[in-house]
T-cell receptor, first 114, second 113 residues
């Protein structure tokens, strides 16, 4: 079955430190891949997406993600975290050229210490 | 350009009642999808509509239904509400073509008591 796994439920970093959030997928073929962020009580905002091509993808708010086919991973990174980055982050995947259905990971909650 | 609008934002219903949630997609978008978000199950796909037709359906009971109108606005209905239906219901819209991302609304927080 198609699935997305985010191994880390909760991560705490200090402001200014670097960040990496992990995401692994299990699909028959390489899916479309996305990272979304959600602030408490809010909807989801798209940070970045991977459809094909360059495996290093740049997104909004200084985030980037790297697609690694050999590891079935799409990890999110940020070189220097700001207090405003505290939120929950969701990795998602959908079948290429087919269903519009997104399969989400369980999310990683990010806490930023001052 | 206005974003995805969901109404109402908050709703409290009693077990056994039914509820209708509304979603207005971004202008020009023809695909609308619905998701249920709960602390235990996370984000789960309910269904997707494109040009008034349901194209895909998740693994939810028949109490959950939806429709899409000619102006692409969508509604979802839950009948015979159960306590477990308490959740944040999110709507997402897409233009409808390939290689497009979903834009989400703020959600409707449904509480069943």
């Amino acid at each position: 079955a198609q699935s997305v796994t985010q191994p880390d439920i909760h991560i705490t970093v200090s402001e200014g430190a670097s960040l990496e959030l992990r995401c692994n997928y299990s699909y028959g073929a390489t899916p479309y891949l996305f990272w979304y962020v959600q602030s408490p009580g809010q909807g989801l905002q798209l940070l970045l997406k991977y459809f094909s091509g360059d495996t290093l993808v740049q997104g909004i708010k200084g985030f980037e993600a790297e697609f690694k086919r050999s590891q079935s991973s799409f990890n999110l990174r940020k070189p220097s975290v700001h207090w405003s980055d505290a939120a929950e982050y969701f990795c998602a995947a959908s079948t290429q050229g087919g269903s519009e259905k997104l399969v989400f990971g369980k999310g990683t909650k990010l806490t930023v210490n001052p | 350009k206005a974003g995805v609008t969901q109404t109402p934002r908050y709703l409290i219903k009693t077990r056994g009642q039914q509820v209708t949630l509304s979603c207005s997609p971004i202008s020009g978008h023809r695909s609308v999808s619905w998701y249920q978000q709960t602390p235990g199950q996370g984000l789960q796909f309910l269904f997707e509509y494109f040009s008034e037709t349901q194209r895909n359906k998740g693994n939810f009971p028949g109490r959950f239904s939806g429709r899409q109108f000619s102006n692409s606005r969508s509604e979802m209905n839950v009948s015979t509400l159960e306590l477990g239906d308490s959740a944040l219901y999110l709507c997402a819209s897409r233009p409808g073509g390939l290689n497009t991302e979903a834009f989400f609304g703020q959600g409707t927080r449904l509480t069943v008591v």
